[in-house]
């Protein structure tokens, strides 16, 4: 995902005007402004993301992550996504894609078709799709199937 010159110019003339007294970088590696608080927006070669104290969107190569408060929501199709669950629920809505889920998760809820997800723990799994498969390499969480040729088995690429 690249990102025009004069694209990134404009965004951070925006951003100046907007946030005076506040952080704003502009370099070749793209723009960044944030605030005392830790609130932000970055646009740089792999994507745009913004975050504040209630969650974050990044949108990038790999699809869109959307963390808002004890909750990440996962979408691509045909990527690979890493994320660490904190203790959060998580949705994922894939399609050919490959998410990589390190640490506990609350609940996990998969839909879509033909995507892997790897678990190091979670206390349950919902799946709602096809030809989804799910390693876990903690105990077995409880799982919901409501769709068709899923699998769920130990093993996977996943972190604790």
Excluded: F, W
Aim: net charge negative; aromatic share 2%; charged share 20%.
């Amino acid at each position: 995902m690249r990102m025009r010159r004069p694209a990134m110019v404009a965004i951070a003339g925006v951003i100046a005007l907007t946030g005076a007294g506040c952080g704003l970088s502009v370099n070749e590696d793209g723009v960044s402004y944030s605030d005392e608080d830790g609130s932000g927006v970055k646009v740089d070669q792999d994507g745009v993301s913004a975050e504040n104290s209630d969650g974050g969107v990044s949108v990038g190569e790999d699809g869109v992550d959307v963390e808002v408060g004890d909750t990440v929501n996962i979408t691509s199709t045909g990527e690979t996504t890493v994320d660490d669950c904190a203790g959060r629920m998580v949705n994922v809505a894939s399609s050919d894609a490959t998410v990589v889920l390190n640490g506990a998760c609350g609940a996990v809820n998969v839909s879509g078709s033909g995507t892997t997800v790897h678990l190091a723990a979670a206390d349950s799994v919902t799946l709602a799709g096809s030809d989804l498969t799910v390693y876990h390499s903690g105990e077995k969480p409880n799982v919901v199937d409501i769709g068709s040729g899923n699998e769920i088995t130990s093993g996977g690429d996943a972190t604790g």
